[in-house]
């Protein structure tokens, strides 16, 4: 069987939890600022914990906050959680990314921050529209949760933003087994927001400290090769391994994560991940472009385009409407797994009923057809064959 993804993790992270390292949360901020190029950077517990404690610093309330309608649903929760509003803007039918013209049409001066996201590693295209909005008086935060090294001109697209925004959780180009970032330019509203999280969080209690830390050490053990198809097999056949999977993103409560602090094991894990970035970033990429050039496009099968620029967190396969679950069953039939990424346009959820926005056709679209392959730094080149052959196979049985 070939996972969907596989977390990069290797012997040095495993054994840096239990090395002595002076003010791992500290360090952590000054790396990660030098490799995102902002002057600042603050460690929260989740990313979408940051973008509360931003919004809420900022003295924003029952503002219009403009977000993607396809994106995560956690980043307008962090919307809803500072007591302000997401407000939905489509992308059109050929971009993942949001519709341009639709944002600058319905931001003005009742925007107080529009959040640009490069979904999927995919660029948002900073010229032009970053300016506009900054016109406009408008906060630009970047999102570049799922697109660490996404490049315009050579120079990271984030750079172009005032905030930008990393999450840095399990699934993400560089893990800290949970945690986000946020970077800044401005060092007034770093403070701002510095003093934000200080005095409304606090360290993590002890038990909540081993429970991930426990988490983190089985999740370890549990991608190495000779226990991964024990694991596959729980994950389908019994409900144990949701117990450390799951997570409560069902309704708009604050949980009380959103107050802790990251532990320092997930700080010194993430000191490790960042140096391996570059590494595993290349190995994407040489992916993403072995399965472009080998994947067959049909009436029914089509891959999601990217350019050099990119830095893509997964590889998607866009099934023709109506054909997706038929599409699953022959990935399984022949052991590969894969994720639905995402499977939902936001301003459709129930949690966000409440919340007005202009409709997003393309965004439910999107949501209705993209399936996630294998796709992460370690995938051996014989199991991206198998991969390829397995999705070329699919036209024939159709
Ligand atoms: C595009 C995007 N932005 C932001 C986030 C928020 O990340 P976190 O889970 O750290 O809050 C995610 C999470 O999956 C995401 O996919």
Redesign the pocket.
Same mark, same amino acid.
């Given at each position: 069987m070939i996972p969907e993804i596989k977390p990069y993790l290797h012997f040095k992270e495993f054994k840096t939890q239990f090395q002595k390292i002076n003010n791992p949360i500290e360090q952590f901020e000054a790396s990660f600022s030098e490799f995102s190029g902002f002057p600042y950077a603050l460690y929260f517990s989740?990313?979408?914990?940051g973008l509360a404690h931003l919004l809420s610093a900022m003295g924003l309330k029952n503002q219009k906050i403009i977000t993607p309608a396809y /994106?995560?649903e956690?980043?307008p929760q +962090?919307i809803a959680w500072s007591g302000n509003r997401p407000y939905f803007i489509d992308n059109t039918a050929n971009n993942i990314n949001m519709d341009n013209d639709l944002l600058l049409k319905h931001s003005g001066s009742d925007t107080p921050v529009a959040i640009l /996201?490069s979904?999927f590693g995919r660029k948002h295209n900073p010229d032009i529209i970053v300016q506009k909005l900054k016109d406009k008086g408008i906060l630009v935060i970047k999102?570049v949760?799922?697109a660490f090294g996404v490049k315009h001109n050579g120079i990271p697209v984030s750079n172009y933003a005032d905030v930008a925004?990393y999450? /840095?959780?399990a699934?993400?180009p560089v893990s800290s087994y949970g +945690?986000?970032f946020l970077t800044f330019k401005d060092m007034a509203l770093y403070e701002k927001v510095k003093a934000h999280r200080n005095n409304n969080a606090f360290p993590p209690k002890f038990k909540s400290i081993f429970l991930r830390q426990l988490s983190f050490n089985l999740q370890y053990i549990a991608f190495q090769k000779w226990i991964y198809g024990m694991v596959v097999y729980l994950k389908d056949n019994t409900k144990i391994i949701d117990i450390f999977v799951k997570q409560n993103e069902e309704d708009l409560s604050i949980p009380k994560q959103h107050y802790e602090i990251p532990a320092k094991f997930q700080a010194k894990i993430g000191l490790v991940q960042l140096k391996r970035f570059e590494k595993m970033d290349y190995n994407r990429k040489a992916l993403a472009n072995f399965y472009e050039k080998e994947i067959n496009k049909s009436e029914i099968i089509n891959t999601v385009p990217f350019n050099e620029d990119d830095s893509l967190s997964h590889f998607h396969i866009r099934v023709k409407k109506g054909k997706r679950e038929i599409f699953k069953k022959h990935l399984l039939k022949n052991s590969i797994y894969f994720g639905i990424h995402f499977d939902y346009s936001n301003p459709d959820l129930l949690m966000f009923k409440d919340y007005k926005s202009p409709d997003a056709p393309n965004s439910r679209v999107w949501a209705e057809e993209m399936v996630t392959i294998p796709f992460y730094p370690g995938l051996s080149k014989s199991n991206a064959h198998r991969v390829v052959e397995v999705i070329n196979k699919f036209k024939i049985i159709e």
């Open positions: 989740w990313a979408r914990s /994106t995560c956690v980043v +962090g /996201t979904l999102d949760s799922l925004m999450s /840095t959780n699934g993400k +945690g986000g």
